[in-house]
């Protein structure tokens, strides 16, 4: 045991002494380990864990040897224990062994990625509860400006009864989203953002982004609405006194407007502290004002008759009765009605969000924001239901202020003068200075109406430069970028700031309150609409993650929320209502288009991951229909970066129709980081170059187990592969025998798994991975067999000349295929080390609307010819043809794909020829026969030939070049495995037909852009390997366009029936 641990004492002899195993790679808690060295072997694993497992058992001895010494928990055990501190999604984040640690292995284990939140400024800040952060910001909000300048208009039009219809629809719209906004803030920790942070980690950026937009905005254009009113009562109280800035009218609102919005940012800059303190000033001046309203109206005019002769004539039945319905007039620039008038009163209670505005200033967001913001909503409505009955029941609507008018005392509206011809100036309906009149004491009102309207602002304005800082920090839209920058050890966004003072003072200029007001309720109902809809959306979709600890909402209650917000939006006004719809979906699009790299676990992600098991499941008892086939391609392809033009048939197949699947077997156990690196580098690529497909790796098997087992696993359900799709194995006839076999078993296990099998071959081969050096290939990659006809070196003889084209596929080069086609790529290489012969700096541009360029990695060119393989499927065709040989009814696939890919934009140019076999007897009658089948099944073609002359014998040219292919493979004392008399006697005409289709392809689609012939099917049973090879060498070759090879599992892809 002695050699196993090392026990060693640090400081005096009486501290614990320290045990540490002598273990290679050995990891802590803290994941110290070593990831420069070369990974360990399954044998070193192995004699790791036996390390491991013997060293508990001493481990277990010395304890025994020292049962009185007492040993921490993490000496004990490598185990991390459930704490805090291992969810954070900060630097404070510790991370918890992984299983990689546990199996002794070295390398860094991948985890499900965290996205890592924006650095924290520096310093103390001010951090608020429930009263200060939540509730005393939602009273500020809510009593705004309506509440002294506006509610005795209410009352005057809508009446008493219909005000507190109005005050308590604002509240049902209110408390469902306060209900719902309470278990979303709960649902988690919430940051800086307010409704914009709350809606994007909901619903996902797009959503989150166009409606924090929009209510920053909002939020702008509602301080500049309650500065309005400060600069309205201002000019009351200075007309009120004699006195003017400029005309006492709307030019002494913008200035006065102006400068009070620039003294508010600059309160709101100097930070949370003196913004707290004049909170706490303006809620007690607010309070002492509603209080000195509503003692003022108990205790009623005391019989002076210049308040009676205004309107306020103090408590009366009649009043009441009087006032209790509607008379909506002429009034603001137009006839009023209920949702008019409900129009201009809903700003007043749109403060709800105060307080999530600022969640990043709370100390508990999630326990301050649901109290406070109910506590404000229940003082709030019950003080505009108070005023209400106060101001409807103690004045009158109409009052010329003219003593003279008074009878025994009182106002009789039926015999005022004024009233007959509409000029009074006084009362409910025409003043808005009624609340003064009525007041115990007039300059207090003053004050409190001074306050509502600055407090409002002041929290309006400190609301959106956090939600645009937090737009910013999360990188959604570039232009608020700048704006976002913080400052100071607060983190403060001056910049913010300064762009919302721009914002307000241009909409302070408008100078006219009940202008603004309507817009600024749409925009505040779009983004409660929103909140409802998230809470709803979460609710229904029930992803794991939605906890929220505030129980008391339901989904169908913030659905009706969203309704009636939406409802109430157009019911205002449809044609604003339009316009913000319109912008938030614009705002949508644009974040949909840019793609920003946010993963926030949104129940959008949710939804559509519960969407897609649905359909799965679905369209899993739902039976196959030929009208529904859809080719679901898995294609061998190895490492995708060497073989685009691979990929790029496979997804001309499946674009926009269907699934693609690209596989890739490695023979060598590559470990799970190294593994899903290499998913992830694949996938990448993929994406890079807008194919949609997925990337799927096998390790640690064979060629041919790795692909049966891909076969059987991968999918789900009917979203399963049925095409197998891999390139021609132009070095067969170098290859050892069990690599030829495995190939040949490949499509035999195709075939017997039910599949349609396509093979693909370039004149020049498939492999490009020398054109892409600078992208590191696996040397585990399994399909190497794959390769171009000169990459191994060596020289077909049944092939043409092709040295130069070998030697070209050597150019040291550095070429991006990831993005070959886009129409608007610079790929530009970088010369670490120059070749000799490869100083030129010349570039090579592609006929390709001259907009892409290709250069070497030396800088000169890449010669045309290898481009134009490289992006055979991906360029515009010229006018050409697709010769279709459609020898062999395999259910249609064979004709089917041609016709896929001439559908396609970049072949709409090439025609359909179809190639097909008659059997002798009435060549008219067959072809009739086939130009039939061909007009049912709605395949458009431009030319059908029949091919005759297939029972001739071949040229000799072609037997003796058959002949060289084999005269190897021929069974002989030296080599066991080939071909014998026997088979080639017994396959002679067989062979024959082949070869006379060989030449007839040849003599017909010498020009054509693309060939598509039937496969012949292989039989172990029938044919020996090395003969199926040398047909479909024979049928390949001597072409010069790209040819496929391709069969359907015998069951029916094509219809004429509707």
């Known amino acids: 045991m002695a050699e196993r641990f090392q026990i060693s004492k640090t400081n005096n002899e009486q501290e614990m002494p320290k ?78 062994i992984s299983i990689g640690e546990m199996y002794g292995e070295h390398e860094q284990e991948q985890t499900i990625q965290i996205p890592e939140p924006p650095n924290e400024p520096s310093g103390h800040m001010i951090k608020l509860g429930w009263i200060a952060g939540v509730m005393i910001p939602c009273l500020l909000n809510i009593w705004g400006v309506m509440l002294f300048l506006r509610l005795s208009w209410v009352v005057a039009e809508s009446g008493i009864l219909e005000t507190l219809i109005i005050i308590t629809i604002s509240a049902v719209v209110c408390v469902i989203t306060t209900l719902s906004l309470s278990a979303i803030s709960t649902n988690g920790e919430v940051k800086g953002g307010g409704v914009y942070f709350i809606i994007s980690r909901s619903l996902g950026p797009e959503f989150g982004a166009s409606v924090g937009i929009v209510f920053a905005f909002a939020n702008a254009v509602a301080a500049s609405m309650n500065t309005i009113g400060f600069c309205d009562s201002l000019n009351d109280l200075l007309k009120h006194n004699g006195l003017k800035i400029v005309d006492g009218s709307i030019n002494d609102v913008r200035i006065v407007g102006v400068c009070a919005i620039l003294v508010l940012i600059l309160i709101c800059c100097v930070g949370m502290e003196w913004e707290s303190k004049a909170q706490n000033f303006l809620i007690v001046t607010i309070v002492l004002a509603i209080f000195n309203f509503i003692i003022g109206a108990a205790i009623g005019p005391q019989g002076k008759e210049e308040d009676i002769a205004k309107g306020f004539v103090g408590f009366s039945w009649n009043t009441f009765k009087e006032n209790f319905g509607s008379d909506y007039r002429f009034s603001e620039g137009l006839n009023q009605n209920f949702f008019s008038v409900f129009a201009i009163y809903f700003p007043s209670v749109t403060g709800i969000q105060a307080g999530a505005n600022i969640c990043g200033d709370l100390k508990d967001p999630g326990g301050a924001i649901p109290k406070g913001t109910f506590w404000a909503l229940l003082i709030s409505m019950t003080s505009y239901a108070v005023f209400a009955f106060f101001a409807g029941g103690a004045a009158v609507r109409d009052a010329s202020g003219n003593v003279a008018d008074l009878i025994n005392g009182t106002i009789v509206s039926s015999s005022l003068p004024c009233k007959l011809n509409n000029t ?8 808005y200075s009624v609340m003064q009149l009525m007041s115990l004491w007039e300059p207090l009102i003053y004050a409190g109406c001074f306050a509502a309207t600055l407090s409002t602002a002041l929290t309006n304005l400190l609301s959106v430069p956090r939600l645009v800082q937090a737009l910013g920090i999360d990188q959604i839209y570039p232009g608020l970028i700048f704006f976002s920058k913080p400052y100071g050890k607060h983190g403060e966004p001056y910049r913010g700031y300064v762009l919302t003072f721009l914002i307000s003072a241009g909409f302070l200029l408008i100078g006219e309150l009940n202008v603004i007001a309507p817009l600024i309720s749409t925009f505040y109902l779009a983004s409660y609409a929103l909140i409802n809809f998230c809470t709803f959306h979460a609710a229904f979709v029930k992803p794991l993650g939605w906890r929220p600890t505030f129980k008391y909402y339901n989904l169908w209650l913030s659905l009706f929320g969203f309704v009636l917000c939406i409802a109430i ?117 993929l994406d890079a170059r807008k194919i949609k497909a997925f990337y799927n790796v096998i390790d640690g098997f064979t060629m041919e187990d790795g692909v049966n087992a891909m076969i059987k696993s991968i999918g789900v359900g009917k979203m399963s592969p049925n095409i197998l799709l891999m390139g021609y194995k132009s070095n067969w006839y170098h290859c050892k025998k069990e690599d030829i076999e495995t190939y040949f078993n490949i499509l035999y296990s195709a075939f017997s798994h039910r599949m349609g099998v396509a093979i693909l071959r370039l004149p020049n081969g498939l492999d490009f991975s020398d054109l892409n050096q600078e992208i590191t290939v696996s040397s585990y990659n399994a399909l190497n067999h794959l390769q171009t006809v000169n990459a191994q070196g060596f020289s077909n003889p049944t092939m043409l000349d092709t040295t130069a084209a070998s030697d070209l596929l050597h150019i040291d080069s550095n070429l991006n295929l990831a993005g070959m086609d886009s129409t608007s790529s610079s790929i530009i290489g970088y010369e670490t080390n120059e070749m000799p012969n490869m100083r030129s700096s010349k570039n090579y541009t592609l006929n390709q609307n001259d907009t892409i360029t290709y250069m070497t990695k030396g800088g000169s060119e890449v010669p045309k010819n290898i481009l134009d393989a490289v992006t055979t499927f991906t360029r515009k065709q010229q006018k050409s043809t697709i010769d279709v040989f459609w020898l062999y009814d395999d259910g249609g696939l064979t004709m089917l794909l041609p016709h896929i890919i001439s559908m396609r934009s970049n072949w709409q140019n090439c025609k359909l020829r179809v190639f097909a076999l008659s059997h002798g007897k009435d060549d008219e009658a067959e072809e009739k026969n086939m130009a039939n089948l061909l007009k049912k099944l709605r395949i458009r073609y431009s030319e059908l030939i029949m091919l005759k002359g297939l029972t001739d014998q071949p040229h000799m040219n072609t037997l003796m070049k058959h002949k060289r292919l084999i005269q190897n493979f021929c069974k002989n004392p030296i080599n066991d495995f080939g071909l014998t008399e026997e088979e080639i006697l017994l396959m002679e005409e067989k062979t024959w037909r082949q070869l006379r289709i060989h030449e007839l392809v040849v003599k017909y689609s010498s020009k054509a852009a693309l060939i598509v012939m039937s496969l012949p099917m292989p039989r172990k049973e029938a044919i020996s390997t090395p003969l199926y090879m040398s047909w479909l060498e024979m049928l390949t070759s001597e072409i010069d366009c790209p040819i496929v090879l391709a069969r359907g599992n015998q069951t029916p892809v094509l219809t004429f029936y509707s």
């Not at 025994?64 to 969810?87: G, H, I, M, V, W």
């Not at 009074?424 to 003043?431: K, Q």
């Open 569 to 685: 939006m157009f019911l205002i006004d449809w044609m604003s209502s339009l316009i913000t719809m319109v912008i938030i979906f614009a705002l949508y699009l644009v974040v949909m288009y840019r793609k920003p790299d946010a993963n926030w676990g949104s129940s959008t992600q949710a939804q559509q991951y519960k969407a897609a098991l649905t359909a799965v499941h679905r369209l899993q008892n739902v039976s196959d229909h030929v009208k529904n086939y859809s080719p679901q391609v898995l294609v061998l392809s190895g490492d995708p970066k060497s073989r685009p033009p691979l990929i790029d048939f496979g997804y001309l197949l499946t674009k926009n129709n269907s699934l693609m699947f690209v596989g890739n077997i490695l023979p060598l156990h590559m470990g799970y980081k190294n593994l899903q690196n290499l998913i992830k580098d694949g996938q990448n690529y």
């Open 19 to 96: 045990i540490v195993e002598n273990v290679k790679y050995q990891n802590n808690n803290n994941n110290n380990v070593n990831i420069n060295g070369p990974p360990p072997t399954i044998e070193n694993s192995e004699e790791n864990r036996r390390s491991s497992r013997l060293s508990i058992r001493g481990f277990g001895s010395f304890l025994k040897k020292n049962e009185a010494r007492k040993f921490s928990l993490n000496q004990l055990t490598n185990e991390t224990l459930p704490r805090l501190d291992n969810y954070r999604m900060s630097k404070r984040n510790q991370k918890r």
């Open 424 to 431: 009074c100036e006084f009362g409910l309906a025409n003043s």
